[in-house]
């Protein structure tokens, strides 16, 4: 299965809400998650409340679930009939709940950080899927096969790339350490020293070394710093010379 990372890890790693391509594959992996779980003979332990700490993308490019028992805040993401007091569903549908748990949960991705009077950047095609999932009324939710055949229409359609490749690449990128200045500085030395190719494959990503614009910004600073050192010089030798005059002139006074 891999190594797993939450949603909202995600989210804080990348300092930004997602991109639309993202959420699709995110939707797509989770609708198919939900669905061999609601197929599955077993009771499960699923709980009816899907969020940002509860929705799991793995290195292997999969999405799971974590089981009830939380102690996050799951308010924003409940669906309104289990907050009703007086619910006139006696036996609301669990996966009704879960599409909207799930709805609201991706809305809070492409929200993330977004400032209140700047909106939120969507196609129509996402936004009505979203809104729809986010129904307040039960009936007038898609079920889980509606929204899954919604997605694969879309995926097709617009040539996107696999779910399991974007979610991946999600996901490493949470784990994965950042390269440090002075070890991209040593590579970068040995990369023009050994005529290494100039770009290397390091922790999954490209890292371009730029070593000749590297040394002519500290050739220039090196260049100025001599300049001043020249200028001071000489200033120091005039204001010597014109207080050797002036101590003349008083002595001879």
């Known amino acids: 299965m891999g190594t797993f990372v939450t949603l909202a890890e995600v989210l804080e790693a990348k300092e930004a809400p997602l991109g639309e391509d993202e959420v699709w594959a995110i939707l797509l992996g989770a609708v198919e998650a939900l669905m061999d779980y609601f197929c599955s003979p077993g009771p499960g332990s699923l709980c009816s409340t899907v969020t940002p700490g509860s929705v799991l993308l793995s290195t292997a490019g999969n999405i799971a679930f974590k089981s009830c028992g939380r102690s996050e805040d799951v308010s924003s993401f409940t669906p309104p009939e289990m907050v009703q007091a007086d619910n006139p569903t006696p036996s609301p549908s669990k996966e009704k709940m879960v599409v909207f748990s799930l709805g609201m949960t991706l809305y809070w991705t492409v929200d993330y950080r977004i400032p ?121 030798r005039t204001a010597v010379k014109w207080l050797g005059i002036n101590s003349g002139v008083r002595n001879f006074r």
């Open 116 to 236: 209140q009077n700047q909106p939120v950047q969507l196609s129509d095609r996402l936004n009505s899927l979203l809104l729809s999932m986010c129904e307040d009324m039960v009936n007038w939710r898609p079920d889980l096969q509606s929204v899954l055949e919604a997605c694969e229409r879309h995926h097709r359609n617009a040539l996107l790339p696999h779910p399991e490749k974007v979610i991946r690449q999600l996901t490493e990128d949470v784990l994965q350490e950042p390269v440090g200045p002075y070890l991209s500085l040593f590579l970068s030395f040995l990369s023009h020293v050994w005529n290494l190719p100039k770009t290397i494959w390091l922790n999954g990503k490209h890292l371009h070394f730029l070593f000749w614009s590297r040394l002519h910004v500290l050739v220039s600073l090196l260049l100025l710093r001599w300049t001043k050192c020249l200028a001071t010089l000489h200033l120091s």
